[in-house]
Nanobody
Framework: QVQLVESGGGLVQAGGSLRLSCGVS????????MGWFRQAPGKEREFVGV????????YYGDSVKGRFTISRDNAKNTVYLQMNSLKPEDTAVYYC???????????????WGQGTQVTVSS
């Protein structure tokens, strides 16, 4: 069983930055990919980005491309989501998730964190 715990959410003004962290309870297989998703009230869960655990490959959703960056620290079993130039429409609960494939669809992910709230004020 893999447990994921997000942290780092909060309230920030538009144009500001936040860094989210996702701690993984145990070392995942090298085939695992770590994704970030978000869900705003009344909306479907949206793909934010993904990183392969053992590589440097990353892929982002169009709405965050160029503003958000995913990285990981294997020694700390932690994945990060650096969010810059935040907009009010980035307001959502952000989730990290683990998958055996590098996927953009939420149903491809096996493990999920509890989520952390990000609120961007205008």
């Amino acid at each position: 069983q893999v447990q994921l715990v997000e942290s780092g959410g909060g309230l920030v003004q538009a144009g500001g930055s936040l860094r989210l962290s996702c701690g993984v309870s145990r070392r995942t297989s090298k085939t695992y990919a770590m994704g970030w998703f978000r869900q705003a009230p009344g909306k479907e869960r949206e793909f934010v980005g993904v990183i392969r655990w053992s590589g440097v490959f990353t892929y982002y959703g169009d709405s965050v491309k160029g503003r958000f960056t995913i990285s990981r620290d294997n020694a700390k079993n932690t994945v990060y989501l650096q969010m810059n130039s935040l907009k009010p429409e980035d307001t959502a609960v952000y989730y990290c998730a683990a998958s055996k494939v590098t996927a953009t669809e939420a149903n491809q992910y096996d493990y999920w964190g509890q989520g952390t709230q990000v609120t961007v004020s205008s």
